[in-house]
């Protein structure tokens, strides 16, 4: 009886889709030979816990978890949906519109609006799309995942670090160094082709059936799932993927690849997974590549997903780059280089000459950039990287700050005023070099040396490092 329940559980989720559903015989095996009765065992626990989840849009809809989202939300500062209506405007809408749509969502009645999908440039070329749900729907799928998020969070695999609460890139990295210093040099570095853009509808929803007991909740989502993208002026339906930037969407990446986790763990492999990227550690190119073939035959049957055999490879850990960061045969990590090339190309963008702003706009604006970039990569093995980053940071706001000074009487004047004897500011000033040449004299470094920069609260890799690793 139970199982009939639910089988019709199940269909009723898929109310859209003509789906049909074959009950087992309790009497049949399954290719290990084990009793079906066993899995009806299962089912019936899960069964119990769904039993615990029916009551879950209340909770969604709760004063204090929609207050929670709204502010999450607008904390993110994110741009408007296709309505227009910017974040902070939601408060007032809520308080003349609030009793209406909390009603609509309570008895399954509200439809999602449109998502606005807009394009970005990936950093290895290509272009990601990313979609923008209106601030209404944003709040709504942000008051969902705070709901679900400690349902599943008890489930999901300890080697799975991304879009999680209290987990970040620093422990995944932190875990794979380990694997490396334990004699796992090979890795099986795996990359998902669209990941965002090929979730399956079906098995997701099956999956979100299995642990959560609202239906109301769960037929939310799945119109979450197959709202319109506006994109060009034009609008098409959605038929798979979840749209990447939404709330939801870290969330329901974790639960469609918990299953990978599961069959990773299963098979004793060594992992780190950080949303669709994730690495498998081994100890021979040999045992890699069959490592390979069977997870990218596991994924492709099993998940319904594709794997990128252009970004996958099977090769010694320092010739890839995990999040950012190499690890090198010694289980030590540092900066890959190609990070280390797109961080300077973005201080190129803020330190431009020809951008007509003041020097200290400048020095806030790169401030944060440093900061962040330092909070990130603080851990890796690059005092000497640190340093020369500084030098040339320096230099590069010397440049922009002589060039300020536009004609050579007033680079005179600038020199003079920071203690440049005046022979020696002429001679610079009325030297044919360009600015980069000059921005190296050794004039141009007395004026503007290291102390200056302290006063101007620039902020110092170098100095930070040394005061974290000494």
């Known amino acids: ?164 609460p209290r987990r970040n890139a620093q422990q995944a990295l932190r875990q794979a160094s380990e694997y490396v210093t334990g004699g796992r040099k090979v890795v099986v570095d795996m990359d998902m082709k669209s990941f965002f853009d090929e979730v399956n509808h079906d098995r997701l929803m099956y999956k979100l059936s299995t642990r959560i007991g609202d239906k109301i909740l769960l037929r939310l989502m799945r119109k979450y799932l197959q709202s319109g993208i506006l994109s060009g002026g034009l609008m098409s339906q959605r038929t798979k993927g979840t749209p990447q930037g939404s709330p939801l969407s870290p969330l329901l990446s974790n639960i469609v690849l918990d299953d990978l986790d599961k069959e990773l763990e299963k098979r004793g492999h060594c992992f780190v997974r950080y949303a669709d990227d994730f690495s498998i550690y081994v100890r021979s190119q040999t045992a890699g590549e069959r490592v390979k073939e069977s997870i990218s035959a596991f994924i492709t049957n099993k998940l319904k997903l594709k794997v990128n055999e252009e970004k996958s490879a099977v090769c010694e850990v320092d010739k890839t780059v995990l999040l950012g960061h190499t690890i090198l045969k010694s289980g030590k990590l540092v900066i890959a280089k190609e990070n280390v090339e797109r961080f300077k190309n973005s201080i190129r963008t803020i330190t431009k000459r020809k951008r007509g702003v003041s020097f200290e706009q400048v020095i806030s604006e790169l401030n944060p950039k440093l900061r962040g970039w330092f909070e990130y990569y603080k851990h890796t093995r690059s005092k000497r990287l640190f340093q020369d980053l500084d030098a040339w940071i320096r230099r590069k706001l010397r440049c922009f700050r002589i060039k300020q000074t536009k004609r050579t009487i007033g680079l005179v004047r600038f020199l003079k005023n920071r203690g440049v004897p005046g022979y020696q500011s002429w001679i610079i000033a009325l030297s044919g070099v360009g600015w980069w040449r000059k921005s190296g004299a050794p004039q141009i470094h007395q004026a503007m040396n290291n102390s200056w920069f302290r006063e101007q609260e620039l902020f110092n890799l170098s100095l930070n490092y040394k005061k974290l690793h000494y």
């Open 1 to 164: 009886m139970e199982h009939q329940q639910d089988i019709a559980y199940q269909m009723d989720l898929f109310i859209e889709q003509n789906r049909n559903a074959v009950r087992p015989s309790d009497n049949c095996e399954d290719v290990n030979g084990a009793k079906a009765g066993q899995a009806g065992q299962i089912d019936k626990e899960r069964q119990q816990g769904r039993a615990l989840t029916k009551e879950l849009m209340t909770i969604v809809c709760s004063s204090d978890n929609l207050k929670q989202a709204y502010k999450r939300v607008k904390r993110n500062k994110g741009v408007a949906g296709i309505d227009q209506m910017p974040t902070g405007m939601f408060a007032e809408w809520f308080i003349n519109e609030g009793k209406s749509l909390i009603n609509d969502l309570l008895q399954g009645n509200y439809q999602p609006q449109e998502t606005k999908q807009v394009e970005i440039p990936k950093p290895k070329g290509g272009m990601r799309k990313l979609g923008i749900p209106t601030v209404r729907d944003r709040i709504i799928q942000q008051a969902i995942a705070q709901v679900l998020s400690p349902i599943y969070e008890q489930e999901f695999s300890g080697r799975s670090y991304g879009y999680r």
